[in-house]
């Protein structure tokens, strides 16, 4: 079967079945496709692997990476009809998808979590393309080692698709051959941090802080709790924007970051060592790009110094216990909230929503709110 009508068949159902009640059809050619799997990453004792495609691999696994509970990832070329396929070869709709292969602990995340967390890095009910790429190789598929699974997954895009008008498109199969990418695919956005993703940054951000702060002691952020440095951990399993604005002092791009047009009720946590240090009911739209607040919880939490840097004077503010800098205040505010304008860097705090703050292990916080 040639390139075009192996495009042909995917997108019309004779490749793999797309019917929105068949989630469990496999690909089907006219000879079974190669049983092999050439990897590197092997799971160990008590874990367990997935192969996730959603699109350019490159994005699928820089947000894997980041997702708590994930061991390790590597991508390559899943379920395709021919051996040992290069880059080129799956580029020229030789009918393999770019695949992230993920071992994960499942006591850190459950496969109906990760699924989750794939969904909404991708539109389900496109055939062949995600984002601005277009091709066999960018279909989306959930393919599994393990039998088990396959109930799991089929449920999961079931209840996925309570939530399309549209057929879910999204194929649920064995996995029968996965090949590993060439070196230069490996961690390709982490080697070219500015390289095309059709991922959200801001949604790989708060899984790389939820996976963080996996690494705190403990969840009990009472108020009487004492706060001090990062690990190294912790600071390992940031983004690099995160530690590049809580360690070097740099400023994430405006309205472009999680946190600017947030409206829901929370608590922002310093993202490397969960101290609590802003409210959302003291936050407002200054119109600046950054999420602005109007006072800190505390303002012996924070610690403020001159900063003539880039030949602005200005004050900068760092969370006192971590040293973590966290952006700048301004004497610009609204003056029926006080007048003052801090305006904080998104990847400097984590947001914890109201509803969680209780399970996250900050319950003694939830008297911000009273009236």
């Known amino acids: 079967m040639g390139a075009l009508a192996v495009a042909l068949a995917i997108a019309g159902g004779t490749y793999a079945s797309f019917t929105p009640k068949n989630f469990s059809a496999p690909q089907t050619l006219s000879a079974p496709l190669p049983e092999e799997i050439v990897q590197q990453n092997q799971k160990a004792a008590g874990e367990s692997e997935i192969y996730l495609a959603g699109g350019c691999f490159w994005g699928t696994e820089f947000l894997m990476r980041n997702v708590p509970g994930v061991v390790s990832v590597e991508v390559g070329y899943a379920n395709g009809p021919t051996r040992n396929p290069t880059y080129h070869d799956v580029c020229n709709d030789v009918g393999h998808a770019e695949a992230a292969h993920v071992i994960y602990d499942p006591n850190g995340v459950s496969l109906p979590k990760l699924l989750d967390i794939y969904y909404q890095s991708i539109d ?21 080692s393990d039998p088990a699974d396959e109930s799991v997954i089929k449920e999961s895009l079931k209840n996925l698709q309570g939530s399309f008008f549209n057929a879910v498109v999204v194929e649920c199969a064995p996995i029968k051959n996965f090949y590993r990418a060439e070196e230069e695919h490996q961690e390709y956005l982490y080697k070219n941090p500015n390289g095309y993703c059709h991922i959200s940054r801001s949604f790989i951000n708060e899984q790389a802080k939820s996976k963080a702060a996996e690494n705190f002691p403990d969840k009990n952020f009472s108020r009487g709790r004492t706060y001090g440095r990062p690990s190294q951990k912790v600071l390992d399993d940031l983004s690099d924007m995160q530690r590049a604005v809580t360690q070097e002092g740099q400023t994430e791009p405006p309205y472009k970051n999680e946190y600017n047009e947030e409206t829901r009720e929370g608590i922002y946590v310093d993202v490397t060592n969960g101290q609590p240090l802003f409210v959302s009911t003291d936050k407002f739209d200054s119109g600046c790009g950054w999420p602005a607040f109007s006072k800190p919880i505390s303002k012996d939490i924070l610690m403020e110094r001159k900063d003539f840097s880039f030949g602005m004077d200005r004050v900068e503010v760092r969370a006192k216990a971590s040293g973590a800098h966290l952006g700048h205040v301004f004497d610009d505010g609204p003056k029926e909230l006080g007048g003052l304008r801090y305006c904080i860097n998104s990847a400097a705090l984590r947001f914890i929503r109201r509803e969680k703050m209780a399970e996250e292990g900050y319950g003694e916080w939830l008297d911000l709110f009273k009236q």
């Not at 389900?124 to 599994?144: A, E, H, K």
Request: hydrophobic share 25%; no cysteine.
């Open 124 to 144: 389900p009910t496109l055939v062949n393309r995600q984002g601005n790429d277009r091709g066999v190789q960018y279909r989306t598929g959930i393919y599994f």
